[in-house]
């Protein structure tokens, strides 16, 4: 099956910096990648999305960047805020989600 | 963030019980799972369903088990047989298991006693 990792499992930047956050996939089916913002005891809340056809989307202060080749995804956030912290999740999809181990990123004021 | 309910936010568990957890949706989706979250790790996929009457088992269904008599609601029981239940418990759901945004429940928190 599908095997999504994850990287870093922690990201300290201070306000105002960009963060990157990076996946790689291994099943070249994969279609649909989706990221997700999870804060603490909350829901995960889909944030950005791509679709395999495609090689970057943005929106607003956050895109999505995909590498078909090379099997790996980045989420990049940019002018970074407090309100971002949170953990971050990649997820690949073929007939099922298969998500990565989670990114918790702080923003220092 | 209406849309698909879980219930209880929190449960606890006593040695030898089983325990449901609810989950409903009016989103008029087809598609429902259950995911296991453990702190510092991904989501597990538990059991998903397609449609009415009809589940599959995901990746870790040892120790669980579900139902899907109706479209809207699609429980889950942690039975005895699940030795480390403690977990964040994440029901989803989507308008099918072709389509792909996923919308998730705020997650029950189950611990044992």
């Known amino acids: 099956g599908e095997n999504v990792e994850q990287h870093p499992s922690t990201l300290s930047v201070q306000e105002g910096d960009s963060a990157v956050i990076k996946c790689t996939y291994s099943?070249?089916?994969?279609?649909?990648f989706p990221w997700y913002k999870q804060e603490l005891g909350k829901r995960p809340q889909l944030i950005i999305d791509?679709?395999?056809?495609?090689g970057e989307k943005k929106d607003q202060r956050i895109a999505v960047t995909l590498n078909k080749t090379a099997k790996h995804f980045s989420l990049h956030i940019t002018e970074t805020q407090p309100e971002d912290s949170a953990v971050y999740f990649c997820?690949?999809?073929?007939?099922?989600?298969?998500f990565g181990s989670g990114t918790k990123l702080n923003v220092k004021p | 963030d209406g849309g698909i309910t879980q219930s209880p936010k929190y449960l606890f568990r006593k040695e030898g019980q089983n325990v449901t957890l609810s989950c409903e949706q009016n989103?008029?989706?087809?598609?429902m799972y259950w995911y296991r979250q453990d702190p510092g790790q991904g989501l597990r996929l538990i059991y998903y369903?397609?449609?009415?009457?009809?589940?599959q088992k995901g990746d870790i269904a040892e120790g669980y088990s579900v139902s899907r008599e109706k479209k809207e609601s699609f429980p889950l029981t942690v039975t005895s047989a699940q030795k480390n239940p403690t977990a964040f418990y994440l029901c989803?759901?989507?308008?099918?298991?072709?389509?792909?945004?996923?919308?998730f429940g705020s997650g029950t928190q189950l611990s044992v006693l």
């Open positions: 989803a759901s989507s308008l099918g298991t072709e389509t792909e945004k996923l919308f």
């Open positions: 099943d070249s089916a994969s279609n649909y």
């Open positions: 791509i679709r395999s056809n495609v």
């Open positions: 997820a690949a999809k073929i007939t099922k989600f298969y």
């Open positions: 989103l008029n989706h087809d598609a």
């Open positions: 369903s397609q449609i009415v009457n009809d589940f």
